[in-house]
């Protein structure tokens, strides 16, 4: 797929007509990078933004011990460091890649000048970015309000809304992985879907999970139901 294509399939530019896609791949940075590679780290100046084209990155803080906190997992199609190329500054949080990864990096000054001379650029990615926020708040109030068997309902439930609603998913990272997105340990993450495949709830066939039950699923995330 030529560079052209890949920018206009990408959902902060879907719609915008081949003049402004052509400017966009005109300031645009190719890069790839290895597997467990910094892409930056909280505090580093934020010149631009980046979209995963192949690959995943997470994105984490690190404790004053340095234990880490996964805050999110970026894929295909999607964007990040976004918010401080627009309200300059710094980073708020590392991001590394989690396998080898294709990522277009679009620096800061230029893409602002950009957006000074075609304000419809900033009004496609403004309706991106607010969609996002949405699903971002509804996952971490989801998150942070529940006990650990809630959490991982909330998000099984949330990465089958992402795919309309099916009942089989793949898990894009490791399990433990996973667990540091939940805020848990992978024994207890592994013992709790242990627990949920015993009780017919879920299937899980190494990172294949096939929702078998969404009622239950969806009690255990409002907290009406709980693990025996």
Known sequence: MSIMNLVANIPLFHGLPREQLEEIVDIMVDQTFGRGQSIFSEGEEATGFYVVI??????????????????HF???????????????GYFPAHAETIEKS????????????????DPA?????????????????????????KE?????????????????????LELNVTKGQLASLLGTIPETMSRILGKMTAQGIIEVQGRR???????????????RKTLL
């Open 74 to 88: 970026v894929g295909p199609g999607e964007s990040f460091g976004e918010v401080p190329m627009f309200a300059g």
């Open 102 to 117: 294709r990522l277009f990096f679009f620096p800061r000054s230029f893409f602002l000048d950009l957006i000074k001379r």
């Open 148 to 168: 650990v068997p809630g959490r991982l309902a909330a998000y099984l439930l949330y990465l089958s809304d992402r795919e309309n609603g099916s009942g089989d």
């Open 209 to 223: 999970i096939r929702i078998q039950d969404r009622d239950a699923l969806e009690e255990l995330s409002s907290g």
């Open 121 to 145: 650029v900033a009004m496609n990615m403004l309706a991106e970015l607010s969609m996002r926020l949405r699903r971002f708040t509804l996952l971490v109030e989801e998150l942070s309000l």
């Open 54 to 71: 192949s690959g995943r990155v997470k994105i984490f803080k690190l404790s004053s011990e340095g234990k880490e906190q996964v805050l």
